[in-house]
């Protein structure tokens, strides 16, 4: 136990006081991400499932391959992805303990996820303008929840994101490279549940109609 | 760290932070060691799991007046007492409560008060996230019981299958309140989750492997992981009725093609989990109880491990036997018939270990071990009728009349409740500090176990005869009266048995024999230390080599471990979990209101919902914190 020791010389906000008791040394906040993450795939799992089993069963219009825009979604869902590169590009960066470049890559990471959801919110608009609203048919009571609930993950990632670029300025970046690699495994998460999203919803959609 | 003088002055804390104090954004941190608010903002999981217990025996006698009252009614027939919507709330809350306010806080009381001391550790993985697993549970629970004063409770049955809770037969805000109680309930328990599953895997002390972890440590991760897996589908089907009912949405309007069975799969996907999260911690306390008293190891730990973790397991693959009646075609009958059926094996593998435990032991008859003899029993009868459902065939006649409900009470009380009042009289020495009177306690155990007989066992005849679930009053010829007003007597006898055990606790907590550091000369870690536990738990981090390893330590004379004179590193007390409750519940009554005034709930919502965003950032920014204990100075336990 040399922990008096280094208790001392940890600053008042220091995370680790914990992580000496590590029995399996993976420190305990990513233990408890890869539990949260297991049970967001149930989450999701029933979101998708549920999407699934009413696809086709609307009684009333619009149906989705009357108002899906592949392309539109193509270019957001590249800019998601493309997030992940920059999010571990970030994590790479603390793990230097190269600052500048952290709040660089993780900003952008941030920007990434808020234009993807700006995508989203032309998406939503432009869906109400042609009918498709959560009250009408089956269709959009599930689109919207289950987009809608991927929204709002990614949603809390850009705020988690931004919030490490803004304490990166006044606090001590020393010891947070578990937090922003947690961070990641929530934001890469959030990006492969958007995969899965995207081919159900988009590409499944146009299977037939295109080959 | 602001206070640490007063801190000195009153507990003896040995502080060697010198640091500036720590400001967090409501200025410096909950300081307090006694009174109000040092419960309000503690991370002490010793104390944190009290505050669970109690608020979980609170609920329980809440459920078990409902109970009374819904026995009360059917007590003879044609009965007025409560009619249709009236019985309907009252079963419903019934079910509710005593599933979601009682038995499940109660294990979770077991979770946060045992499991670190069994592991050998000083507190949980996260000890803030712990007070807020607790504060939005007591969050969620103060707002489903809100709807008594509000307009009427939830009446559509603790399975709450739509189009009964849907939109178009439901548009009071009773199920409004069931919804958004349950989500809140279901946020509390996967933290709680989260930060349990992280604790067994990361806390343990050095040597404590796996397989040398006490049984309701082990029987403790599984049903973590249970809720980890089976709260995520419960929460998605309340958000979509969530949806139908505030935003006008169709996933079980059949008008617009939505599904109600698609409800009850996802319902059961969770129900059936959800029961063997209230056994499997029942079994651990069991597992713990039957060596101890029988001065025996337990027989077959592994097998009992294993079969633990199997039942788990095979608790995702039944949930359909639940819906036999629904039409789902001969096929996933036959599956689910098949799978129900195959939990018997585990489940008789462990009723059998535990014979084989007591078999040739040195049997002790406390009070504890009355409770877990009692368990193995009541279990036993519940089991059977279960495997009796197993047979679809039959299970078509007995589904939704009062053997099922025979069934679930001979699980859930002569199970659940059997063990976890047996974990109380077996814990509460280490709790307090003094033993629970022996006499008091086996006068209540048997009124207790004839009581709950008078009661459960004339509903399996009841359920023969065919009285449906769920009916708030019967013809006095269809041949159900003798029995009705047997079973609301033996309800009475119940409800004195618990209240007996009630007043035992009361008793024995002011003038209960000292109990000393191990009165039943334990086998596992938590009777190596203090009674009740020093704030710190351990002075010295505890090394293990050994299953039942403190026993082994007994035997060979290396018992006492000497103070190795290093301080002790305790987390702070914080008052953002309870702000974040606070917060959430606000953010819960405004989403309740929303379909009636945009103008008033909406802002109410978002205000909850400010709250507790501040709260998380004032959390986050905080940080966990620490103060240095000398174990020499420190005054004890602090509760």
């Known amino acids: ?211 | 760290m602001a206070t640490s003088t007063e801190v000195i002055s009153t507990g003896g804390h040995a502080h060697t932070h010198s640091d500036a104090p720590e400001m967090g954004m409501l200025g410096p941190r909950p300081s307090a060691k006694t009174g109000v608010w040092s419960w309000l903002t503690t991370t002490d999981h010793k104390r944190i799991g009290v505050m669970y217990g109690i608020s979980a025996l609170l609920f329980l006698v809440l459920g078990g007046l409902e109970a009374l009252m819904v026995r009360i009614q059917l007590a003879v027939p044609n009965n007025d007492m409560l009619v249709g919507d009236m019985f309907n709330q009252m079963f419903t809350m019934h079910g509710t409560t005593m599933i979601f306010l009682a038995v499940m806080p109660l294990i979770a009381a077991f979770f946060n008060f045992v499991v670190p001391l069994q592991i050998g550790a000083r507190d949980v993985a996260f000890p803030r996230l712990n007070a807020f697993s607790l504060w939005v549970f007591v969050a969620g629970a103060v707002l489903i019981n809100v709807s008594w004063f509000a307009g009427g409770a939830p009446n559509g049955a603790w399975v709450g299958y739509p189009p009964i809770t849907g939109p178009q037969y439901n548009p009071g805000h009773n199920s409004d309140f069931w919804v958004m109680g349950l989500m809140l309930l279901g946020v509390a328990s996967v933290a709680a989750s989260l930060n349990f599953f992280t604790t067994i895997i990361n806390m343990r002390a050095p040597g404590l492997t796996l397989m040398r972890m006490p049984v309701f440590v082990w029987m403790t991760l599984v049903t973590n992981v249970l809720i980890l897996l089976a709260f995520p589908p419960i929460t998605i089907a309340l958000a979509q009725l969530m949806m139908d009912r505030m935003f006008g949405a169709n996933f079980f309007n059949v008008a617009k093609g939505g599904m109600p069975i698609m409800w009850q799969h996802w319902f059961w996907v969770f129900g059936h989990p959800e029961v063997y999260i209230l056994i499997l911690p029942g079994m651990g306390i069991v597992s713990e109880i039957l060596p101890t008293f029988s001065r025996k190891p337990l027989f077959g730990y592994p097998l009992i491990v294993f079969s633990g973790a199997f039942i788990g397991f095979m608790g995702f693959t039944v949930w359909s036997h639940h819906m036999f009646t629904s039409g789902m075609g001969v096929i996933a009958v036959l599956a689910f018939s098949v799978t129900t059926s195959i939990i018997a094996v585990p489940t008789g593998v462990k009723i059998f270990n535990w014979i084989g435990t007591m078999w040739g032991g040195n049997l002790r008859m406390t009070t504890p071990m009355l409770y877990a003899l009692s368990f193995i029993a009541m279990f036993t009868v519940g089991g059977f009728s279960g495997i009796m459902h197993s047979a679809a065939a039959a299970d078509m006649q007995q589904h939704d009349t009062y053997f099922i409900v025979a069934h679930f009470h001979y699980v859930l009380i002569g199970g659940a409740i059997s063990a976890l009042f047996g974990g109380i009289a077996y814990w509460f020495p280490k709790i307090t500090g003094r033993l629970m009177d022996e006499k008091l306690g086996k006068f209540a155990f048997w009124v207790f176990l004839i009581g709950f007989n008078m009661t459960f066992f004339p509903m399996h005849i009841l359920g023969l005869n065919g009285m449906p679930r769920r009916i708030y009053t019967y013809h006095a010829d269809m041949g159900w009266n003798f029995w009705n007003l047997f079973c609301t007597v033996g309800a009475f006898v119940l409800a004195f048995g618990i209240l007996f055990f009630f007043i035992n606790m009361v008793h024995s907590f002011r003038n209960g024999e000292i109990a000393g550091d191990d009165p039943w000369d334990g086998r596992t870690l938590e009777w190596s230390i203090p009674s009740p536990p020093p704030v710190y738990n351990f002075a010295v981090i505890p090394e293990v080599t050994h299953l039942d390893d403190f026993w082994h330590k007994k035997q060979t004379g290396k018992a006492n471990i000497p103070w190795d004179g290093k301080l002790i590193h305790m987390p702070l007390s914080s008052y953002y979990p309870l702000i974040v409750g606070v917060g959430m519940f606000i953010f819960g009554m405004g989403m309740i209101y929303i379909k009636d005034s945009v103008m008033f709930a909406l802002p109410v919502a978002l205000g909850g919902f400010g709250l507790m965003t501040f709260a998380i950032f004032g959390w986050a920014l905080e940080g966990p914190g620490g103060e240095m204990l000398d174990p020499t100075k420190e005054s004890g336990a602090h509760n």
């Open chain 1, 1 to 211: 136990m040399s922990h008096a020791a280094t208790v001392d010389q940890q600053h008042p906000h220091a995370e680790h006081h914990h992580e000496e008791h590590s029995y399996t040394g993976i420190p305990n906040k990513k233990v408890m991400m890869w539990a949260f993450l297991a049970s967001d795939c149930m989450f999701f799992g029933t979101l998708i499932s549920t999407y699934i089993i009413y696809h086709g069963k609307s009684l009333a219009g619009p149906y989705p391959a009357e108002v899906l825009n592949i392309p539109v979604t193509t270019a957001s869902s590249f800019v998601l992805l493309m997030s992940s590169l920059l999010m571990a590009l970030s994590v790479a960066a603390i793990n230097r303990q190269d600052i500048t470049k952290f709040r660089l890559w993780i900003f952008l990471t941030g920007v990434f996820g808020a234009i993807f959801l700006g995508f989203q919110s032309y998406e939503f608009t432009e869906f109400v303008s042609r009918g498709v609203t959560l009250q009408n048919n089956l269709f959009g009571s599930t689109f919207y929840t289950m987009t809608g609930t991927h929204g709002l993950h990614v949603a809390i990632g850009v705020f988690w994101l931004f919030s490490w670029f803004i304490y990166s300025f006044f606090g001590n970046m020393k010891d947070k490279a578990t937090d922003i690699e947690v961070a990641g495994l929530y934001w890469h998460f959030v990006d492969i549940v958007w995969i899965v999203i995207f081919t159900v919803i988009y590409l499944v959609e146009f299977v037939g109609v295109t080959s």
